[in-house]
């Protein structure tokens, strides 16, 4: 029986500092928890000799990642660098040394989670990513445990902090993008290069990650439709609420018979849903089961000490493991083959915004292409004109493919009597 866990800590950043602060002032819970205590012996940084606000020893720090990862004493180590070649590599190499690894990225997690998790698998060693996904929301234990017995069929939620806070500045305060996303920077919400979080790339990497593990199969980021906040247009917020919707940036996963679809984009949610109230830097999941039916996990989705919270409890899940042998026992290997719907197969409800020309016979035109493309519609509305001489027309569609959509708007941008397509969303809720 160990008498004391050791760990090496890779990072000491935002959320590094996070966790050492957390096993620090919680040691007494810890040890009541686990029965000894936890202590971090070495800390991987870029600058050993740099001055931290920190009540942890000078020595402690190294940039000699081998002073980690190789000291037979260390048992966890705990990976919160950052970024995907050299995070890649250490966990590889922490795993190959019999070593279990907490991490924190989502970077790596999304792109070589599954041969991670089978180079685990043949260490027999434990590979723990809760904060990789959600910040503070414990959504991948749930997932793996809580609902284990269950079969999932859906997720759909917010999973990017940053891009919803901007649109909750641009909603609340009727701030531009711009000025939304200043603030979301230095606020910490939003990285020096944002274009991760609005192209929706962060929140497609979690939505992998997510559906990989609820569907029990092997989800790429290469599988997930993506579009980004930056086709939101001026106006748009605006007409969302007048017909009783919310613009947010959401990751959708879905499986059935025929396959899985999942999405990342900015979409217009009906505002009686629980999701069309999550504001800020929070993040929300609605999980959809057989048995449980609709659960929703909401939460602070970014920030030190949340993200360091689902790191610290990681790490307790590999202590208790450690302490009880059972470490490694988990397989991970997917159940089900991958098999990713087309556009033909996927359906909803969208949205349409088209600048036209402001003359007799229009809106026939318009209408015979929806209706060339087998699409009916349920709402067509006339926009006063502007001062170009055209007019906005609105419309929402009864349930089309996706295909059919892109097949419209293609028509629609070469259609003489269409100034131009000025934006579109997929409609989430209400009728069908």
């Known amino acids: 029986m160990k008498n004391e866990i050791n760990i090496g800590l890779l990072g000491f950043g935002v959320v590094g500092s996070g966790v050492a602060t957390i096993l620090h002032k919680h040691q007494e819970d810890l040890i009541h928890k686990l029965g000894v205590p936890v202590k971090i012996k070495k800390i991987l940084v870029k600058d050993a000799t740099k001055k931290r606000d920190t009540e942890l020893s000078e020595d402690i720090f190294t940039i000699n990642a081998d002073e980690v990862i190789e000291d037979p004493t260390i048992d966890l180590i705990v990976e919160v660098i950052g970024g995907t070649t050299e995070a890649k590599q250490s966990i590889e190499r922490a795993l190959r040394a019999g070593k279990g690894v907490v991490t924190a990225n989502k970077d790596v997690m999304a792109q070589f ?32 445990d809580g609902l ?23 909603k609340h305060e009727k701030k531009s993008y711009e000025e939304a996303l200043i603030e979301a920077t230095e606020l910490g919400f939003a990285e020096a290069d944002p274009s991760a979080d609005v192209d929706g790339i962060d929140a497609a990497r979690k939505m992998a990650i997510l559906a990989s593990l ?87 989705g970014a920030g030190s000490l949340p993200t360091a919270t689902s790191v610290t409890g990681d790490i307790v899940a590999a202590c208790r493991n450690l302490l009880l042998g059972v470490n490694g026992k988990r397989l991970h290997a997917p159940r089900h083959f991958c098999t990713v719907k087309k556009d033909t197969q996927i359906f909803g409800r969208y949205f349409h915004r088209i600048s036209v020309k402001d003359e007799v016979g229009v809106l026939t035109k318009l209408a015979s292409i929806y209706s060339e493309h087998g699409a009916s519609l349920a709402t067509v509305i006339q926009r006063e004109g502007d001062r170009h001489g055209g007019v906005d027309l609105i419309m929402i569609t009864h349930h089309i493919s996706r295909q059919q959509h892109l097949d419209i708007m293609n028509e629609m941008r070469n259609t003489p009597e269409v100034n131009g397509v000025i934006s579109y969303y997929r409609v989430e809720g209400g009728n069908k």
């Open 113 to 144: 989670g599954h041969e991670l998790l089978n180079l685990a698998d043949e260490n027999k060693c434990d590979l723990f990513y809760e904060a990789s996904v959600g910040g503070g929301i414990p959504l991948i234990r749930t997932l793996e």
């Open 214 to 300: 609820a569907f029990s199969t092997v989800v790429r980021l290469e599988d997930v439709f993506v579009r980004g906040m930056k086709d939101i247009r001026e106006g748009d917020l605006e007409l969302a609420e007048q017909f009783g919707f919310t613009v947010k940036m959401a990751g959708s996963a879905k499986k059935d018979d025929d396959g899985i679809e999942i999405s990342v984009e900015p979409v217009f949610i009906q505002n009686s849903h629980p999701l069309a109230s999550v504001n800020n830097e929070f993040n929300a999941v609605y999980v959809y089961g057989d048995t449980v039916g609709e659960t929703m996990f909401y939460g602070p």
């Open 148 to 170: 284990a017995s269950d079969r999932i069929w859906a997720l759909t939620g917010i999973v990017n902090g940053t891009t919803n806070f901007i649109l909750t500045k641009m």
